[in-house]
């Protein structure tokens, strides 16, 4: 009937496009309006292309037949019906035209791998015939289309690697259960949960759906999908236990459910339900227990990743029989070797011929390597044993390994010398030997490896020259030689491979100059040869090193002065010249070295004055201790004020004596005047000349927002404040990840917050504060203002998610954070309120320090976020507290964090902002909120600290800190009291800043210096 209807809709269509040439009585003429209708479909498809480099399109001319035209095929049965478009990798750039979908015998169509965007339309749900659908590998938008439910024949549908967005549509689950073979959904931005209606398509062979934002379990009826052989998953926000359903899919030959938080454990007998098992990936997720032994019972398995989980036991020795194995990952667990056996697997995947990848790496694997590595197949390409308790020497058999690309046996116990034939190598990419006990020379034959990139060999005990035949390496990007024993010259060879990345000598005793040749590493960005006895001048020829961010020089016997050329290194980050012999006058250009953060020109014979802008006007960004003949610079340094020469004639002494006071008091009556002319001409609103926030940034639509949230959906809501919503989005074409901020204007006082926030961000500009992307200012669908903040995204969400879980939240997704995290998520914090209080010309106040304000990015990065209650202070020094309460209004804050002088009245200033992080500061190490119930009788976070310090502060920390104390090596006692050192010295630190009277607490300066101290003090090695 549908197909009957089908015919009818397209004669009335073909009826009223074509009236003349229709005649009922005749079947060719009504064939010939098939014909004209698929012609016009495919004539709109080729209007809509953009770009054509392999003139595939401009081919289609009215010449030729359409069912000629390269792509498309038409029916034998039903001349001039076409049934497939196949333009596979053709390079089109362009989007869909609805009219395709009146290409109702169409069978197949195939657009993959192309650049076509916009959305999928709707239309092809007329494609009733349609069987074979794949648009995989191009940049498709919008949502799945519910109308592909029509498509009732089809049996393959591949939508992969585009930026689709929303849930599988339910509509589909009308799709034939005995039809459907495969869907391919992977790579997109599709959320919701996985449906569990796929468990009814019977027929479904192949079923993936990897690098979305699914939520949710995997639905127990899957296990129903009695045919399936693949199922991938991976790289989603899924949780729970794999249902055991799953496992007893006998036909399953690929199962791929890594990087997501399943936990549980994988079942011991497998390798028994899933005997055609081909690939199995449970990498990076929280499973625990034993490796299945049966797994070895899969014969056939090729790929089996089980990498950074919580597996536990020994290490299986029975993977031998596994004659197709082709990549073995188990590293990051905390397996360990057999004390009987020892490493008895590594013998038996000996007989592993296909072996490409093995990774044991971070592990608790002990003892030495055997003979027998020598007996892998040169087929093994990647060998990683890094981060286990392995000792011994490197077995000399490992040269026989001809295939390898990587060999990383890094941070064990090895000892000996590195064999000599580790030239035969010649593939080798990576070569990581560091953090050992290896001895002898840096082998000269290295220089044979000319497909070297990466270089490690740092920590070790070598001894010897550099040989200058690395200088052969011309692919090297990371030489890493630091904390050996090496001497001689630097060979110039050496320092002349231009694809240097990074170079690091360090703490060795290397003597001589540094190259005039270092000026050709012209991509280098990080230069380290501290600790050293090189002398001579810093060469001129490092002005060519235009990329160079960190700059280590330290330590050495260098003399002469900084030469001029360091200030053509725009991007240094980071420069250390102490402890040498350098002389003259600091450079006046390295305070307009704009990204410099640290500067530290520590005892050399400089003279003369100390610059007063950029990196020189933080005291904790730059050292000059031991420069004994230095004067001038800002006031905190209390140096000497430096002299102005003058000429020995007395009349003229005598001349200069009387003008300077009156010079000087001119200037200062002169400035006077200027001071208060500009302030009854500035306008007094605006703390700042800069242009406003919506002219610095292209603005947004708000549909645009509607797209890139999904229409804000609930599945996107990653955060709901007083004065507004915050969303994840994905926006514009080039599939940016975003944060949206969307405020409630019906909010008394949200529109006030925006305003502050725009004040705020239009001027601020620093690696821990949230960055800004665009904005919106707009109405929406109901006519109603709306307003929108578009910052970064920062995927591992606030501090306060990571401190602070809910028990479900600890059962499904436990995490914690670490004692070096917690410093540098308090380093970070503590530089962005100094920056906020001194590093721009009018101090701001940010009003609302508190854990859910502090976002962390992919790395733990810490930035703080949401300047809704931000205040600027009047002037451009430092206020004092009564400054501060004329010169802004109040700030209500966060019960808990906000200072309780501003209960009493008082106006903002930033010592309010250093209690704020002085509550934080307390609230990170002890685990506790200032609201906890458990402080009573008027009892509150600072005085609970405040008793317990310092004999009982491991009493009051957070208890997951304890597992860093754990180890069994004898310098167990030293780090326990390192650690209790470290936790002593930052809630002393808190408890400081968190002083009630306002002007008792410390200066944000101090903070992240003695931050940077103390955690120097508890890591340093």
Same mark, same amino acid.
């Given at each position: 009937?549908?197909?009957?209807?089908?015919?009818?809709?397209?004669?009335? %269509? +073909?009826?009223?496009?074509?009236?003349?040439?229709?005649?009922?009585?005749?079947?060719?003429?009504?064939?010939?309006?098939?014909?004209?209708?698929?012609?016009?479909? =495919?004539?709109?498809? *080729?209007?809509?292309?953009?770009?054509?480099?392999?003139?595939?399109?401009?081919?289609?001319?009215?010449?030729?037949?359409?069912?000629?035209?390269?792509?498309?095929?038409?029916?034998?049965?039903?001349?001039?019906?076409?049934?497939?478009?196949? =333009?596979?990798?053709?390079?089109?750039?362009?989007?869909?035209?609805?009219?395709?979908?009146?290409?109702?015998?169409?069978?197949?169509?195939?657009?993959?791998?192309?650049?076509?965007?916009?959305?999928?339309?709707?239309?092809?749900?007329?494609?009733?015939?349609?069987?074979?659908?794949?648009?995989?590998?191009?940049?498709?938008?919008?949502?799945?289309?519910?109308?592909?439910?029509?498509?009732?024949?089809?049996?393959?549908?591949?939508?992969?690697?585009?930026?689709?967005?929303?849930? %599988?549509?339910?509509? =589909?689950?009308?799709?034939?259960?005995?039809?459907?073979?495969?869907?391919?959904?992977?790579?997109?931005?599709?959320?919701?949960?996985?449906?569990?209606?796929?468990?009814?398509?019977?027929?479904?062979?192949?079923?993936?759906?990897?690098?979305?934002?699914?939520?949710?379990? /995997?639905?127990?009826?899957?296990?129903?999908?009695?045919?399936?052989?693949?199922?991938?998953?991976?790289?989603?926000?899924?949780?729970?236990?794999?249902?055991?359903? /799953?496992?007893?899919?006998?036909?399953?030959?690929?199962?791929?459910?890594?990087?997501?938080?399943?936990?549980?454990?994988?079942?011991?007998?497998?390798?028994?339900?899933?005997?055609?098992?081909?690939?199995?990936?449970? $990498?990076?997720?929280?499973?625990?227990?034993?490796?299945?032994?049966?797994?070895?019972?899969?014969?056939?398995?090729?790929?089996?990743?089980?990498?950074?989980?919580?597996?536990?036991?020994?290490? =299986?020795?029975?993977?031998?029989?596994?004659?197709?194995?082709?990549?073995?990952?188990?590293?990051?667990?905390?397996?360990?070797?057999?004390?009987?056996?020892?490493?008895?697997?590594?013998?038996?995947?000996?007989?592993?011929?296909?072996?490409?990848?093995?990774?044991?790496?971070?592990?608790?694997?002990?003892?030495?390597?055997?003979?027998?590595?020598?007996?892998?197949?040169?087929?093994?390409?990647?060998?990683? +044993?890094?981060?286990?308790?392995?000792?011994?020497?490197?077995? *000399?058999?490992?040269?026989?390994?001809?295939?390898?690309?990587?060999?990383?046996?890094?941070?064990?116990?090895?000892?000996?010398?590195?064999?000599?034939?580790?030239?035969?190598?010649?593939?080798?990419?990576?070569?990581?030997?560091?953090?050992?006990?290896?001895?002898?020379?840096?082998?000269?034959? /290295?220089?044979?490896?000319?497909?070297?990139?990466?270089?490690?060999?740092?920590?070790?005990?070598?001894?010897?020259?550099?040989?200058?035949?690395?200088?052969?390496?011309?692919?090297?990007?990371?030489?890493?030689?630091?904390?050996?024993?090496?001497?001689?010259?630097?060979?110039?060879?050496?320092?002349?491979?231009?694809?240097?990345?990074?170079?690091?000598?360090?703490?060795?005793?290397?003597?001589?100059?540094?190259?005039?040749?270092?000026?050709?590493?012209?991509?280098?960005?990080?230069?380290?040869?501290?600790?050293?006895?090189?002398?001579?001048?810093?060469?001129?020829?490092?002005?060519?090193?235009?990329?160079?961010?960190?700059?280590?020089?330290?330590?050495?016997?260098?003399?002469?002065?900084?030469?001029?050329?360091?200030?053509?290194?725009?991007?240094?980050?980071? /420069?250390?010249?102490?402890?040498?012999?350098?002389?003259?006058?600091?450079?006046?250009?390295?305070?307009?070295?704009?990204?410099?953060?640290?500067?530290?020109?520590?005892?050399?014979?400089?003279?003369?004055?100390?610059?007063?802008?950029?990196?020189?006007?933080?005291?904790?960004?730059?050292?000059?201790?031991?420069?004994?003949?230095?004067?001038?610079?800002?006031?905190?340094?209390?140096?000497?004020?430096?002299?102005?020469?003058?000429?020995?004639?007395?009349?003229?002494?005598? +001349?200069?004596?009387?003008?300077?006071?009156?010079?000087?008091?001119?200037?200062?009556?002169?400035?006077?005047?200027?001071?208060?002319?500009?302030?009854?001409?500035?306008?007094?609103?605006?703390?700042?000349?800069?242009?406003?926030?919506?002219?610095?940034?292209?603005?947004?639509?708000?549909?645009?927002?509607?797209?890139?949230?999904?229409?804000?959906?609930?599945?996107?809501?990653?955060?709901?404040?007083?004065?507004?919503?915050?969303?994840?989005?994905?926006?514009?074409?080039?599939?940016?990840?975003?944060?949206?901020?969307?405020?409630?204007?019906?909010?008394?006082?949200?529109?006030?917050?925006?305003?502050?926030?725009?004040?705020?961000?239009?001027?601020?500009?620093?690696?821990?504060?949230?960055?800004?992307?665009?904005?919106?200012?707009?109405?929406?669908?109901?006519? &109603?203002?709306?307003?929108?903040?578009?910052?970064?995204?920062?995927?591992?969400?606030?501090?306060?998610?990571?401190?602070?879980?809910?028990?479900?939240?600890?059962?499904?997704?436990?995490?914690?954070?670490?004692?070096?995290?917690?410093?540098?998520?308090?380093?970070?914090?503590?530089?962005?309120?100094?920056?906020?209080?001194?590093?721009?010309?009018?101090?701001?106040?940010?009003?609302?320090?508190?854990?859910?304000?502090?976002?962390?990015?992919?790395?733990?990065?810490?930035?703080? !976020?949401?300047?809704?209650?931000?205040?600027?202070?009047?002037?451009?020094?430092?206020?004092?507290?009564?400054?501060?309460?004329?010169?802004?209004?109040?700030?209500?804050?966060?019960?808990?964090?906000?200072?309780?002088?501003?209960?009493?009245?008082?106006?903002?200033?930033?010592?309010? &902002?250093?209690?704020?992080?002085?509550?934080?500061?307390?609230?990170?190490?002890?685990?506790?909120?200032?609201?906890?119930?458990?402080?009573?009788?008027?009892?509150? %976070?600072?005085?609970?600290?405040? $008793?317990?310090?310092?004999?009982?502060?491991?009493?009051?920390?957070?208890?997951?800190?304890?597992? *860093?104390? !754990?180890?069994?090596?004898?310098?167990?006692?030293?780090?326990?009291?390192?650690?209790?050192?470290?936790?002593?010295?930052?809630?002393?630190?808190?408890?400081?800043?968190?002083?009630?009277?306002?002007?008792?607490?410390?200066?944000?300066?101090?903070?992240?210096?003695?931050?940077?101290?103390?955690?120097?003090?508890?890591?340093?090695?």
């Amino acid at each position: 009937m549908r197909k009957l209807i089908s015919c009818f809709i397209l004669a009335y %269509i +073909a009826l009223f496009l074509y009236p003349t040439n229709f005649k009922p009585s005749s079947g060719a003429a009504a064939l010939s309006i098939g014909n004209e209708t698929d012609r016009l479909a =495919l004539l709109a498809f *080729e209007d809509r292309i953009t770009q054509d480099p392999l003139n595939v399109i401009t081919s289609w001319n009215t010449s030729t037949h359409f069912c000629k035209w390269q792509g498309v095929s038409c029916s034998t049965r039903h001349p001039g019906r076409v049934t497939l478009l196949n =333009l596979a990798g053709k390079k089109l750039t362009g989007s869909l035209p609805s009219q395709l979908g009146n290409l109702s015998f169409l069978r197949g169509k195939n657009l993959e791998n192309n650049s076509f965007q916009g959305i999928i339309p709707q239309e092809f749900g007329r494609l009733t015939r349609l069987k074979y659908l794949n648009l995989s590998s191009n940049a498709f938008q919008g949502e799945i289309p519910t109308n592909l439910s029509y498509c009732s024949e089809i049996q393959f549908v591949y939508l992969s690697y585009n930026n689709l967005v929303g849930k %599988i549509p339910e509509e =589909l689950s009308s799709l034939s259960t005995n039809k459907l073979k495969w869907i391919k959904l992977s790579v997109n931005g599709l959320t919701g949960s996985i449906p569990r209606w796929l468990g009814n398509v019977s027929s479904l062979l192949d079923l993936r759906m990897a690098r979305n934002y699914f939520q949710g379990t /995997i639905p127990s009826e899957l296990g129903r999908l009695r045919n399936l052989e693949a199922l991938t998953v991976a790289a989603n926000n899924l949780w729970g236990e794999i249902p055991p359903s /799953i496992y007893n899919i006998s036909s399953l030959l690929y199962l791929d459910v890594s990087i997501n938080q399943f936990y549980g454990k994988i079942p011991q007998d497998i390798g028994f339900n899933l005997p055609n098992l081909l690939g199995i990936n449970v $990498a990076v997720n929280q499973f625990t227990g034993h490796l299945p032994i049966s797994l070895s019972n899969a014969s056939g398995l090729r790929q089996m990743g089980c990498t950074y989980c919580n597996f536990t036991g020994t290490m =299986l020795t029975n993977l031998g029989s596994l004659k197709d194995l082709v990549r073995l990952t188990v590293g990051g667990n905390q397996l360990e070797t057999d004390k009987a056996e020892g490493f008895s697997f590594l013998t038996s995947l000996t007989n592993c011929s296909n072996l490409q990848t093995l990774d044991i790496a971070g592990n608790r694997f002990q003892g030495e390597l055997p003979a027998s590595i020598a007996n892998f197949s040169t087929t093994l390409q990647q060998l990683l +044993a890094f981060n286990n308790q392995i000792s011994g020497s490197i077995p *000399e058999g490992i040269t026989n390994l001809i295939g390898l690309t990587r060999l990383e046996i890094s941070t064990n116990s090895f000892t000996g010398e590195i064999p000599e034939g580790i030239g035969k190598l010649e593939r080798l990419g990576v070569l990581h030997l560091s953090n050992n006990r290896i001895s002898g020379s840096v082998p000269a034959t /290295i220089g044979n490896i000319t497909t070297l990139q990466r270089l490690n060999l740092f920590g070790n005990n070598l001894s010897g020259n550099i040989p200058p035949s690395l200088g052969n390496c011309k692919q090297l990007e990371v030489l890493h030689l630091s904390g050996n024993n090496l001497t001689g010259f630097i060979p110039k060879e050496v320092v002349s491979v231009s694809t240097t990345l990074s170079f690091n000598l360090s703490q060795n005793s290397l003597t001589g100059p540094l190259p005039m040749e270092v000026g050709n590493m012209s991509k280098l960005i990080e230069l380290d040869v501290s600790n050293n006895r090189l002398s001579g001048e810093i060469p001129s020829t490092l002005s060519k090193c235009i990329m160079l961010e960190y700059l280590s020089l330290g330590d050495n016997l260098f003399r002469g002065r900084i030469p001029q050329a360091l200030s053509a290194l725009k991007s240094l980050q980071f /420069i250390d010249l102490s402890r040498n012999k350098l002389s003259g006058q600091i450079p006046a250009y390295l305070q307009n070295l704009s990204l410099l953060e640290s500067l530290n020109l520590s005892y050399n014979y400089l003279d003369g004055e100390v610059p007063h802008e950029g990196v020189f006007r933080n005291t904790s960004a730059f050292s000059i201790v031991g420069d004994r003949k230095l004067c001038g610079g800002i006031k905190s340094l209390g140096l000497p004020s430096c002299q102005i020469p003058v000429t020995k004639k007395r009349g003229t002494t005598l +001349a200069i004596k009387i003008a300077i006071p009156v010079a000087t008091s001119c200037s200062v009556l002169l400035a006077f005047l200027l001071v208060c002319l500009y302030r009854n001409k500035r306008p007094e609103s605006s703390p700042s000349t800069m242009p406003p926030l919506d002219e610095m940034f292209r603005q947004v639509s708000y549909a645009e927002i509607v797209q890139a949230t999904n229409q804000f959906s609930s599945s996107n809501l990653i955060g709901d404040g007083r004065y507004g919503f915050v969303y994840r989005g994905v926006l514009g074409n080039e599939g940016t990840v975003v944060a949206v901020k969307v405020l409630k204007l019906t909010e008394k006082g949200a529109a006030k917050s925006f305003k502050a926030e725009c004040n705020a961000l239009r001027n601020i500009r620093h690696r821990n504060l949230i960055k800004i992307i665009t904005t919106c200012s707009s109405i929406d669908s109901k006519g &109603d203002d709306f307003k929108a903040l578009i910052f970064e995204f920062m995927p591992n969400g606030s501090l306060e998610e990571w401190l602070h879980q809910s028990e479900g939240d600890q059962n499904e997704h436990p995490r914690s954070l670490s004692l070096t995290q917690r410093l540098s998520i308090a380093i970070d914090t503590a530089s962005a309120l100094e920056y906020l209080h001194h590093h721009f010309g009018a101090a701001i106040v940010h009003g609302d320090l508190k854990p859910s304000n502090i976002l962390l990015g992919h790395d733990m990065t810490a930035r703080v !976020g949401d300047f809704g209650l931000a205040s600027f202070l009047s002037g451009g020094l430092p206020p004092t507290v009564s400054q501060a309460e004329t010169s802004s209004t109040g700030i209500r804050g966060t019960i808990g964090y906000v200072a309780p002088e501003y209960g009493m009245g008082s106006k903002a200033s930033i010592q309010g &902002d250093v209690y704020s992080f002085g509550i934080l500061l307390l609230e990170m190490f002890t685990g506790r909120k200032p609201t906890d119930t458990t402080f009573d009788d008027g009892q509150n %976070i600072h005085q609970f600290t405040k $008793a317990a310090l310092p004999e009982r502060v491991m009493e009051i920390v957070e208890t997951s800190l304890f597992s *860093e104390v !754990g180890g069994d090596d004898n310098d167990n006692n030293t780090r326990e009291g390192k650690i209790k050192d470290c936790l002593v010295a930052v809630l002393t630190m808190g408890v400081s800043c968190s002083m009630e009277p306002p002007g008792e607490q410390m200066d944000m300066r101090d903070v992240v210096a003695e931050l940077c101290r103390i955690r120097t003090k508890t890591f340093r090695h």
